[in-house]
């Protein structure tokens, strides 16, 4: 069966989401597959996956001002926007190490392979606890030839840990999350309440005037809120004073957003978030669902608080099957659902091999975005509270089904000069940044990102006013 090109790809996407195919028309995409070293489809998911945004705000726009445009994405732009992180500098300076001194790849006694995140305080400690064994590399390798992998997979998630065991594609499907994912779509848009419709606000830009709490961390839903703001909204990050983050990642994925602290464990903190969420249009976050339900902020209590919400979730491996509950980031998810098998197998390396973007957060950061437009469009529409679900392991599931590249690994990795082109100089609250320029270009709003990327914490807890 001939593999879908990067159009068909976007096309289903749309309109699998309720969009109409004409407006397909409007899109233009450029460029060729692989950009990148990979036996995986990894340009045509990020040019596909940027596009769906970039045609859902130009649905809005229409909606607003009667106006129709052009879209158009380059694949290799696009896939440069999807390692962002990566050709970040902050006063010329690249980023420092992405990992921790322990995360990683270990062998297992059974022969295994586990990969542990220990990004984050609290989950190196609960690596260590478990292994009984100090924060060195040589030290948790010695401790972990006394387990099988899978066994401390799941010992370690019971101790608070987020470590992942290498799956070969078929041991995945076999497992009962991966089945349960099958029956989930990759962007689920559902209605849960009852609301009027709420008329757009005026502005020059598509999502002007609309106001998005960003409750998010790491990459996937922080992509989602910088793009959001890169077509006009305001968003604000919420986080804690006292919540670990990545801070490359925070600069990267903080342009064009106010940044408030909110210490949701407390009732002032927690009513501080009611007041900003009675007069948001979008509420994004990250948390797992018991988590965020115990702070009053489920999808049915944020429809209660705000009748006409777009609710946004994101998950590591869905909101269905006995892992809906787990903790992951896109490195893990990787490992678990066999891409880092099968990458391994295509380059000829024993062992795990990662993919060449961490894509599976950054396509899932576009589609929450998409699917959070689509959202709003039918509300604006007719009416009523909306919750928008993607997950890292269903947008895995989607690029695997995608196909796989012959001879992947012959393509060159792309060279500074030609990401060059898409690279942009701007202030920011941290020094001079250079960054990656949002890949999609719209005729009539161009996507740029207005508002500086600012230290946590940087600006109150309060709505800018609408103009």
Known sequence: MAMQSPREILAEIWTRAGGDAAALDAVTLSGEEPQLPSSFRVAAAAQASVAATALAAAQIWQMRSGQAQDVTVDMR??????RSERYLRVDGEPPPPAWDAIAGVYKTRDNGFVRLHTNFPRHRDAVCKMLNCKAEREDVQAALMQWDGEAFETAAYAGGGVVAFMRSHDEWSATPQARALTQLPLVSIEKVGEAVPKTLPGGDRPLAGLRVLDLSRVIAGPVAGRTLAAHGAD???ISGPDLPAIPWLTIDTGRGKLTSFVELKHEQGRSVLRRLLAEADVFSQGYRPRAIAGLGFSPEEAARINPGIVYVSLSAYGNA?????????????????GFNHAEGQAAGVDGPKELPAQILDHATGYLMAFGAMMAKARQAREGGSWHVRVSLARTGQWLWNLGRVADGFATEDLKGETVQPFIEEIPSGFGRLRSVKHAAVLSKTPAFWARPAMPPGSHPPEWPARV
Not at 77 to 82: I, L, M, R, S, Y
Not at 321 to 337: I, K
């Open 77 to 82: 732009h696009a896939v440069v926007e999807c």
């Open 235 to 237: 968003v604000l990050l």
């Open 321 to 337: 099957g006995p892992w809906a509950e787990r903790r992951g980031f896109d490195s893990l998810v990787q490992t678990a659902t």
